[in-house]
């Protein structure tokens, strides 16, 4: 090989070095599942880490509450990372990340195996975070985290419960309406009743069975996710028993909800 090769070689080398160690020092956004990114792949070789880049936090909120979540790579050092939301806002903890773009990333070169931040959701709903993360060159290699999924509940109820009894049975449209792929549907009871709530299609066939038991009184949120079935319009009923040997005894209400993929 030639004196010019073999430096340009060299040259070719220990910049990939660099890149691997230090890509993107200020950071790099839409690069997690969210916005389909091909991760950190461009600037960092090594193999998939995918199974060693985790988030941890709360996996239920309600609306507006902030909930506090930990980024962590397994083995080696966190050098670079992109966290993403489905909704809401993500907020820093470390001082080494920032907000770029409703995303969060490195503003220096990271330090350590982990960072943390928060995110406040804005909608109900089975939502998620998602995150990518670099790992330094004595290791190498980046990877996805799993999709972290969180059930987020309206303000003011409980999840299950709320502490007033409701009057009357009732059954609350279901929001978001039109929705793909969760929405989530309320409804109120006076008094403990078995409860069925189902969904059917046009023709009355039923596609799911959300709720099929006795329930204490309260109001109550129930999220549906309905990946796996087909677009269109689809109908949710309550139907509401205080007695289930009294089948004459019955609240049934009746809504329609659409679903758009």
């Given at each position: 090989m030639?004196?010019k090769?073999?430096?340009?070689?060299?040259?070719?080398l220990?910049?990939c070095?660099?890149?691997?160690?230090w890509?993107?020092?200020?950071?790099i956004t839409?690069?997690?599942?969210?916005?389909?990114?091909?991760?950190c792949?461009?600037?960092?070789?090594?193999?998939?880490?995918?199974g060693?880049?985790?988030?941890?936090?709360?996996?239920?909120?309600?609306v507006?509450?902030?909930?506090?979540?930990?980024?962590?790579?397994?083995?080696?050092?966190?050098i670079?990372?992109?966290i993403?939301?489905?909704?809401?806002?993500?907020?820093?903890?470390?001082?080494?990340?920032?907000l770029a773009d409703?995303e969060l990333?490195q503003?220096?070169g990271l330090?350590g195996t982990?960072?943390?931040?928060?995110?406040?959701?804005?909608?109900?709903g089975?939502?998620?975070?998602?995150?990518?993360g670099?790992r330094?060159?004595?290791?190498?290699?980046?990877?996805?985290s799993?999709?972290?999924?969180v059930?987020?509940t309206?303000?003011?109820?409980?999840?299950i419960?709320?502490?007033?009894?409701?009057?009357t049975?009732?059954?609350?449209?279901?929001?978001?309406?039109p929705f793909?792929?969760?929405?989530t549907i309320q409804?109120s009871?006076?008094?403990?009743?078995?409860v069925?709530?189902?969904?059917v299609?046009l023709?009355g066939?039923?596609?799911?069975?959300?709720?099929?038991?006795r329930?204490?009184?309260?109001t109550?949120?129930?999220?549906w996710?309905a990946?796996?079935?087909?677009?269109?319009m689809?109908?949710y009923?309550?139907e509401a028993?205080h007695d289930?040997e009294?089948?004459?005894?019955?609240?049934?209400q009746?809504?329609?909800?659409?679903?758009?993929?």
């Amino acid at each position: 090989m030639s004196c010019k090769k073999t430096i340009s070689a060299l040259l070719g080398l220990l910049v990939c070095s660099t890149i691997v160690a230090w890509a993107y020092p200020s950071g790099i956004t839409g690069v997690t599942r969210k916005s389909g990114g091909s991760g950190c792949a461009g600037c960092h070789s090594g193999a998939s880490i995918d199974g060693l880049v985790t988030i941890s936090g709360p996996t239920s909120l309600k609306v507006g509450q902030a909930g506090t979540y930990t980024l962590t790579i397994g083995s080696g050092t966190l050098i670079g990372c992109d966290i993403a939301a489905s909704s809401g806002t993500l907020a820093k903890i470390s001082t080494a990340l920032r907000l770029a773009d409703g995303e969060l990333t490195q503003s220096q070169g990271l330090t350590g195996t982990s960072v943390q931040f928060t995110w406040t959701p804005s909608v109900a709903g089975a939502e998620m975070l998602y995150a990518t993360g670099a790992r330094d060159s004595k290791k190498g290699g980046w990877g996805h985290s799993a999709d972290f999924g969180v059930i987020v509940t309206p303000a003011g109820l409980s999840g299950i419960d709320q502490e007033e009894t409701p009057a009357t049975f009732s059954l609350d449209q279901n929001f978001p309406n039109p929705f793909n792929p969760s929405t989530t549907i309320q409804f109120s009871l006076p008094r403990s009743a078995q409860v069925s709530l189902t969904v059917v299609n046009l023709i009355g066939e039923k596609v799911a069975t959300l709720v099929s038991r006795r329930i204490e009184q309260g109001t109550h949120a129930i999220q549906w996710n309905a990946s796996g079935i087909p677009s269109g319009m689809y109908f949710y009923r309550l139907e509401a028993r205080h007695d289930a040997e009294s089948p004459g005894q019955a609240f049934i209400q009746v809504r329609k909800l659409l679903l758009l993929k």
